[in-house]
Structure formats: C-alpha cells, structure tokens
C-alpha cells in the first residue's frame, strides 16, 4: 500500500512502539503518533524473554533494533526444576531476555531516531475521533483495552478468567537457567517462575491457586508483606535474598480472543487482539510477531481493507495455536497437585512438555542424557521408544501403547460384517498396533447408527466377527482386538456419514429411544423416553450382545457411553431431563450406565478386560463438566473398569470445541492423576512423537489414533522404522519384512562442489 498514512497508535508497550517504528522505516513519509497515557519509564514488569525465531524477524526487519537488543541479552539455555529437594536439570533449549524497561528505551530510542511522536502522561483521544482523523489506528492498548472495548459489539472479544493467583516480582540475583519450583506448603501447592533479565537481576512470578492465595492469607497481606512472605517461601531458591516489587499486585491471568482484529481502519494488536498465558513466555513475544506481520501486509497488500485482512488471516491461526499451548501449560500448573507424586524425573518431564510444544523428540534432542534418565525411570529399555513399552490390562498383555482407535465404516449388510471389515481391521492388525478396536458395534437393529452399521444381535454376526478376530490372532500374533459395544439412542436412523452425517433416512426409519425425548437437532426425530421395562430390555441386548462377543474371540470389550449415544445420553445433564430414578443428580445420571456395565462384567470372561469410553466434556453451557467426569470416571472403576477411554463432545449438537492437536489429552491426564485409572488419550494425536511423549509423561497410559491409521495402515511399523526400533513390540508379518525398509527415492548424495572460483 503506497501513499503517506497519517497513523494512530495507542498504546506505548512493545508492540505498539514496534510498529510505530518499522511503519516509520518502511515509509519516512508517514505521520506517526504513540499515544501512551503513563510516563515513559512506567512499566510493571522486569524482564522479558524473546524467542529466536522472534528475534531472526526482528533482525531482518531492523537491523538497528536487533543489535540494539543483542548488546543486552542475557542468554542461557537450561530449564532447572526443583521439587521436594531434587533439582533436575535439562540443557540445550536457548533462551533471550532483557529489562522491559531497557526494551522501552530501546524502542523509544529508534522512533525519535526515525521521527515517530511520542506523547507520554498522554490518554489517546477518543477512537471514534482518531478513526475520523487518521488513516489508520492501532490500538495496542493492551488486556484491558478500552479502544476494543469501545466497539465490543464488533470485536466480539471473550475474555476467560483461570483459578490461580499470580504475582510478577523480582530478585537481585541472576539465575543461572529458567527455574521451577515447587513448594508444598500447610496451605497448598505454589510455584515459582524465575529467570535472569540482567547481570544480577532475575524475573520471580510466584503462583497458587485462588484458595490456596486465600487459606496462606495473601488476601488480607499489603504489597510489602505479600513480597515478604513469598521470600520466605522460596528462601531456598532466592538463597535468602529478598524479593522487590513494582507496583506488583496480585491478579488472575485473563485469556482474551476476539471474533474480529479488524473494524474499518482500526486495528487491534498485542494483548488488546488476544493473551497467552506467561508461562509459555508469550506476550511480548506475540505483540512483536504482530508488529511485523502488520507491516509487512501493509507493504504487500494494494489497500488497506486488504492489508487488514490478511493481516487478521496471517496471525490468526498462529495465536490461535500458541493459546492452546498457553491453555495446556496453565492448566498443567492449575492442576499442579495432581501431578506432584509422580516419579521425579516424569514429573520434571511433564512439566517441560505441558504445552504440548516440547516433545519427547526435541528433548531428546536438546538434552539427550536427561531423556534417557527420563526413560529408564519409566522402565523403558535400552533402544526402546516409550510407545514401544508393553501394557498389562488385567489378563491381556498388549506389546506396545498403540490403539487403532473406534471408526465407524457404515459399511455392514443387515449388521453383519463383511470383506470390507476382514480387510480393513485385518489390514490396521498386520500393522502393528497393539490394540485394533472395532467400529461401534450395536446391540440391537434399533440400536443403529444408519442403516450400514455393524451388530451383535444375531448369531449370523457373531460368526461373521468370529471369522475377523481368527485372522487377527492367526495372521498378526501379539495384536488384541476389542469390540466396542453401544447403542445410537436419539442418534439413531440417520444417512451413512459420506451421505449427510447425522440427517435423518429419507425413507425407511425406525423409532428411536433415549434417556428424555429430545431430538439431536432442529429436523431430528424426537425419540420416546425409555420406562423402566424398556431399559430392562436394552440392559438385556447389551448382555447377550457381550456374551456374543466373548464367543466370537474378542480380546477386549468397550463400553461405549460418550459421544450422545444411548448411555452417553443418561450422563449428561443437556440430554438426561428425567425426573425418575434415573435422573437429576449425577449419581442418578449413572445409575443405568453403571446397571449395564455391572451386567455386561458378570457375562464377560474374568480374565478379559473391559474398559469404557466416555465424553469428559459436551464442550457446551451446562453440560458435564470436567470434574464430572472424573466422578463418572471414579464411578466406572470402581465398578471393575480397567481403563476409561477418554473422549469429549458430540453430545450436543450446538457444542463448541477447542480443536487442537492432542487437544482432548488434558482431560484424560486429569482423570489418570485424580482416579488412578489407566487411561486411553484420544483427539488429533497424529505422531510418534506426540505418542511417546504423552506416554513418558504420564499423561496417558494408550493413545488411540484414527485418522492416521486411515492414512497409513501401517503407522505403528513405519514409527518404529523412522525411530531405527526392531524389537519384540513391531513385529514386521513375514511376507512384509522386504519392505520394513523405507523405499530409496531420487538421489541426494551426490558430491557437493568443494570450490568456488572466482571470475
């Protein structure tokens, strides 16, 4: 975009005073304004952490800037965590930080230098009346924003609050690595954060959950004495150094979205678009990326309506990305209680791959000596990823933590499975998971899905699933197959998923049933409650479904009670309206769901394991929530379940999910650490990778993978080709093993020129 721009900043942090600066340099011709309502050195942070990543952008874009900062870095590249006296360390991950304050001078510095007003103790004019005088008005005016919150009918922004109190300080001592610890007090657990800035000088953020805040009394103590009693606390790590403070207050962290970045030629940035916990040392990170981002669309794009929205298009999904990061890693500390009696070196793990970000590979990488410790504490042995580690669930041992999770193929005749299913579940066997689950299997025709779905109520299928299960056994020895057993309830007489995911049959439908008569959707048939001769009945089909089942060679038996199907819709306080004995509370709620289960054990072999998947939250208001579900959790092992698959949503239809990879984990982590249950993790887990280190972690005990296993049948062996494994856990079939190698493709080693001449 060309042309001299008259340009409104409001707000005077980083982000705001960075953009300023490289609009400036990119166009000498603009008229650029900062307004920032407090005083140039007010700032109420110490030290903040850049990314190399961030600094490489900043370097390409300015030069003068870069060197300024690279003059005050202070760099060091180990993670130390401290708990109950141990200290771990783990090498190799490359840290930036410098004052906030000097960074403020540093940018206030480079716009005088490039003729960027500055006004300070200066509150911007109103935005309706910068938006009339200017071309463009950025609004960096941080989380509180009062530009975004001027036009909130447009932003739509969503403000979320968290559970912990935090408090930003700082010690005049220089750590020697970014340091956690942990202290287990007579009031709760805390936690510090702490990192060098300075020669001398380190950042300390002290954390705690809100009653923990309130039972240590931090709610009744002034600055002075919160910043005592927090040096005292930590004593060990400050060394008996006190603590000083800025203004510090103690706050909650708000994570902000907004719908909408852009409002005609009015633009938000930094934390007034979004937040990310700071924990994953964000804020001031994402501001800069901002900034750059903003300015290069500017440059690139013929106007401004266009330069915004690729702008908003650009940056979008990376926040987007790094707040689920965030999200993971706060809440990891939120939960931080449940994480603390595990093994030394798996909690020191946890922690440094809370956020999904750091892995199992790039540990290894970084710090190999560390993961390897990690992984003989967890009984791995030598050569053998954690994925390839066996799991023992009552009488049946699988050899490595792989599941082909639950895909319905709608592709049954009458229910009955045919060639497709021998092929497809005999295919993803031969490939070397350690589990194969089938698709959800029905107990009865009106207990469907569509018309294409599998069953066990007739002995005609049980032959059928018979036939399945011997060429697993005979064809891949050392790979179990489950069924998953379940009825559709209001989900039911619905059009194969490729046809029109869950509309109705144009023709053809059968009645449905559910806990209470509420249609799926707005078209959906409303389904008739079930009486309680009518549960009697569906209890029944489970059981003689189970017995079936047994005889049939099934290794393991599935529970399915997520999702919205019959038994998910008794658990659920969106979908369970009843008023008998089967609803209301949750116990209530999990009175029939457990009265199956109980009657599907006492029929299933002893010495087989059942577990059960459930859906730990309808992502939807009002709904079950996520310490529900570990009371549903509690609920189920109690009564003999050896694991809970651990799935979210698809309850309700108007639910709205947190997509992301690996994005249902936390709440399997969650009921893992609360029950003591063995646990299966579901949800865009697509590597290797992700799957070790969800394992070494502790996070989960299986990882159920689906759309991966479409892709490629065989991605257990090929894991184990990419990480050189061989063992006893991926065991290639016989008539396979000629291409247990990967393929050779175009040439790449060919000689490289070992002289440049000269002309």
């Known amino acids: 975009m060309t042309g001299a721009l008259r340009v409104a900043v409001v707000g005077g942090g980083p982000g705001g005073l960075y953009t300023a600066a490289l609009l400036k340099r990119l166009d000498p011709d603009r008229e650029i304004t900062v307004w920032e309502r407090n005083a140039p050195d007010d700032t109420f942070g110490f030290g903040i952490v850049l990314s190399d990543e961030t600094l490489g952008g900043i370097e390409h874009a300015d030069p003068v800037v870069y060197e300024a900062l690279r003059k005050e870095f202070v760099r060091w590249d180990a993670i130390d965590i401290v708990h109950r006296g141990i200290r771990h360390t783990c090498g190799g991950h490359g ?13 206030h510095e480079r716009c005088r230098s490039l003729g960027v007003e500055l006004r300070f103790r200066t509150p911007a004019p109103p935005p309706d009346r910068l938006r009339e005088t200017h071309d463009l008005v950025v609004a960096a005016d941080g989380v509180r924003s009062a530009t975004r919150g001027r036009y909130a009918d447009v932003f739509r922004p969503r403000v979320t609050g968290h559970r912990c109190r935090y408090i930003w300080l700082a010690a005049d001592l220089a750590f020697d690595a970014f340091r956690f610890e942990i202290a287990e007090t007579e009031h709760g657990v805390m936690q510090l954060h702490g990192y060098p800035y300075a020669a001398g000088s380190s950042t300390v953020i002290v954390e705690m959950r809100e009653e923990v805040w309130r039972a240590a009394g931090f709610d009744a103590l002034d600055e002075r004495e919160s910043v005592e009693r927090c040096a005292k606390i930590f004593a060990d790590a400050l060394g008996g150094r006190p603590l000083r403070s800025n203004r510090s207050v103690w706050t909650t962290f708000r994570t902000v979205t907004n719908a909408r970045w852009s409002h005609g030629n009015l633009v938000l940035l930094g934390d007034a678009a979004h937040t990310a916990h700071f924990s994953i040392g964000s804020g001031t990170k994402l501001a800069v990326e901002d900034a750059l981002a903003l300015a290069a669309c500017l440059e690139e794009q013929p106007s401004l309506p266009k330069a ?21 890693s706060l809440e990891w500390f939120e939960d931080l209680a449940l994480h603390l009696d595990r093994p030394p070196r798996q909690f020191a793990f946890g922690l440094l791959t809370r956020s999904r970000r750091v892995t199992h590979a790039n540990l290894r990488m970084r710090d190999p000596r560390f993961t390897e410790a990690v992984e003989r504490e967890f009984g791995c042995p030598p050569g053998t ?54 698709e959800m299997v029905c107990v009865s025709p009106e207990g469907r899905i569509t018309p294409g779905c599998t069953g066990l109520w007739s002995g005609k299928q049980a032959e059928a699933w018979r036939r399945i299960t011997d ?23 619905t059009r194969r998923m490729w046809e029109g995911m869950d509309e109705p049959l144009p023709r053809g439908n059968w009645p449905l049933v559910a806990a209470s008569p509420l249609p799926y959707r707005p078209g959906s048939q409303i389904p008739r409650q079930l009486t309680r001769a009518r549960l009697t009945d569906i209890r029944e089909q489970f059981v003689n479904a189970a017995v079936r089942a047994a005889r049939a060679g099934f290794d393991l038996l599935e529970l399915h009670c ?57 992502w939807a208001e ?53 029950v003591g249950v063995p646990v299966i993790a579901v949800g865009a887990i697509s590597s290797w990778d992700d799957v070790n280190s969800l394992i ?36 290639w079939p016989a008539p396979y093993r000629a291409g247990s190698r990967r393929p050779p493709t175009g040439r790449t080693d060919a000689p490289k020129p070992r002289l440049t001449l000269g002309r």
């Open 385 to 438: 990823p954690p994925m390839f580690t066996p799991f023992r669930l009552r009488g049946l041992t699988l050899r490595n933590r792989v599941v082909v999770s639950p895909m319905d193929m709608y592709s049954a005749v009458d229910g009955v499975p045919g060639d497709f299913h021998l092929v497809h579940l005999g295919a993803r066997a031969l490939g070397g998971a350690g589990l194969v689950m089938t």
């Open 308 to 328: 915004l929205a690729a702008y908003e298009e650009e940056r979008k999904p990376v926040v987007a990305s790094t707040q689920r990061a965030a999200r993971a």
């Open 562 to 618: 997520a999702h919205g199907y019959l038994l998910s819709g008794f658990l659920s306080p969106l979908t369970n309206l009843r008023t008998d004995a089967y609803g209301g509370s949750l116990e209530r709620r999990l009175r029939f769901p457990l009265e199956v289960f109980d009657a599907v054990r006492e029929v299933w072999p002893e010495e087989r394991p059942m577990t059960v998947r459930i859906s730990a939250t309808d």
């Open 95 to 107: 840290f930036a930080a410098l004052g906030r304050r000097r960074l403020l001078h540093i940018l």
């Open 622 to 674: 009002g709904g079950t929530t996520a310490e529900e579900a570990v009371e549903i959790a509690r609920a189920f092992a109690a009564h003999g379940a050896d694991a809970i698959d651990v799935s979210t949503g698809q309850v309700v239809a108007e639910e709205q999910p947190e997509f992301g990879r690996s994005y249902q984990v936390p709440f399997a982590d969650r009921i893992r650490r609360a």
């Open 696 to 731: 070494l972690a502790g996070r989960a005990d299986l990882c159920a993978l689906g759309r991966p296993h479409l892709y490629d049948p065989h991605w257990t062996l090929h894991a184990a080709v990419e990480q050189g494994y061989t063992g006893p856990a991926a065991v």
């Open 471 to 493: 060429f697993v056994h005979r064809q891949a020895p050392g790979t179990a197959i489950g069924v998953q057993l379940g009825h559709s309830g209001r989900k039911g007489s």
